[in-house]
Nanobody, 123 residues
Framework: QVEVVESGGGLVQAGGSLRLSCAASGRTSNTYIMGWFRQAPGTEREFVALITSSGGYLDYADSVKGRFTISRDNAKNMVYLQMNSLKPEDTAVYYC????????????????WGQGTQVTVSS
């Protein structure tokens, strides 16, 4: 069992930055693939970024490449999403997910989720 808790959301102007944090508790949480997803009102949850357990492989949605950076600190059981050059279209609830086996770009591949943190980018 893994508990996931996101934090760090807020209101920021376009062009600004935010860093989201995801705390993953559980004896084996640092062996999980971790992903960030987001969901705007009336839309499906969409992939943003993922990182493998070792941090050796990263993947990003095309819409955030070059602006967002995912990282993890296994000693602290933490995953981060540094978001720079934010745009109004980045406004959404951001969720952190943990995948025990095979992670990927579909939310169906993740076993545990946090409650989400709201990110609002004003123009």
């Amino acid at each position: 069992q893994v508990e996931v808790v996101e934090s760090g959301g807020g209101l920021v102007q376009a062009g600004g930055s935010l860093r989201l944090s995801c705390a993953a508790s559980g004896r084996t949480s640092n062996t999980y693939i971790m992903g960030w997803f987001r969901q705007a009102p009336g839309t499906e949850r969409e992939f943003v970024a993922l990182i493998t357990s070792s941090g050796g492989y990263l993947d990003y949605a095309d819409s955030v490449k070059g602006r967002f950076t995912i990282s993890r600190d296994n000693a602290k059981n933490m995953v981060y999403l540094q978001m720079n050059s934010l745009k109004p279209e980045d406004t959404a609830v951001y969720y952190c997910g943990a995948a025990a086996n095979v992670g990927g770009t579909s939310p169906n591949m993740y076993d545990y989720w946090g409650q989400g943190t709201q990110v609002t980018v004003s123009s």
